[in-house]
């Protein structure tokens, strides 16, 4: 029976995200050549999925597309740095429209996602913390009612999704990180858009040094791997 557009996207997206894992880890290395009939076949779909799954990481920066085929560019703390500079502009603007629309219930998202981190936390589950983490901060692109900055989010969200995980499995104790985030809402909150917004760039930035640190890492057991 032929796969449907809806059933080739999903498997679309869990080929793009083997492939995210394997890339941000270090374990596919810059300039490893994908071929397509390889991958359909390494993970059992036809080549339609894997075609989606090339494409979607092209737009995130991961592989590119040559003369030859699609390789690997990979994720470089060059990268991280231009990511991070990124989602340091949009969340920052995301945060500022957010704070100005969002009325006294619209916060309770958040706070759950806390308290969904807080739990994770305690459970020692850095996928779940990761997934949390994602949707505590979707929320200012989502209060913010501008939609191109919503859509710009979802494109590189994927990645910052994977790049969370590797960072959360070099975190002995991801209290704290769960509790800055607290902090955090606790500030948007209390509606000081420049608090508000000086506090975004302290978290963003620890967040970012901490996954240089977990990327060397990773990287270095990769290697002996």
């Known amino acids: 029976m032929p796969i449907t557009s809806l059933q080739q996207q999903s498997l679309g997206d869990l080929v793009a995200h083997e492939l995210r894992v394997l890339i941000v880890s270090g374990r596919l290395r810059p300039g490893t050549h994908l071929v397509e009939g390889a991958l359909a076949e390494q993970y059992d779909v036809s080549r339609g999925p894997v075609r989606d799954a090339l494409r979607r990481l ?4 991961l592989v590119e597309a040559r003369r030859r085929g699609v390789f690997v560019t990979g994720l470089t703390e060059e990268d991280v740095g231009e990511l991070y500079t990124l989602r340091e502009s949009l969340e920052t603007l995301a945060l500022t ?3 100005g629309r969002a009325g006294p219930g619209g916060w309770e998202p958040a706070e759950r996602f806390v308290r ?6 305690d459970r020692a589950a850095g996928g779940d913390f990761a997934l949390a983490d994602l949707e505590f ?3 200012f692109y989502v209060l913010s009612g501008h939609r191109r900055l919503l859509a710009v989010w979802e494109q590189y969200r994927p990645t ?3 790049m969370l995980d590797v960072t959360n499995t070099q975190d002995v104790d991801l209290r704290p990180s769960a509790e800055a985030h607290a902090d955090l809402l606790a ?3 209390a509606g000081d858009v420049e608090h508000a917004a000086t506090t975004l760039r302290e978290h963003l930035l620890g967040a970012g040094n901490r996954l240089r640190s977990a990327l060397r890492s990773a990287r270095a057991a990769a290697d002996q791997g």
Not at 116 to 121: G, L, N, T
């Open 187 to 189: 500030t948007v909150r």
């Open 160 to 162: 910052f999704g994977v």
């Open 137 to 139: 901060h979707s929320q």
């Open 58 to 61: 092209e737009a995130e920066g």
């Open 116 to 121: 969904d981190m807080r739990d994770a936390a």
């Open 97 to 99: 429209l957010a704070i």
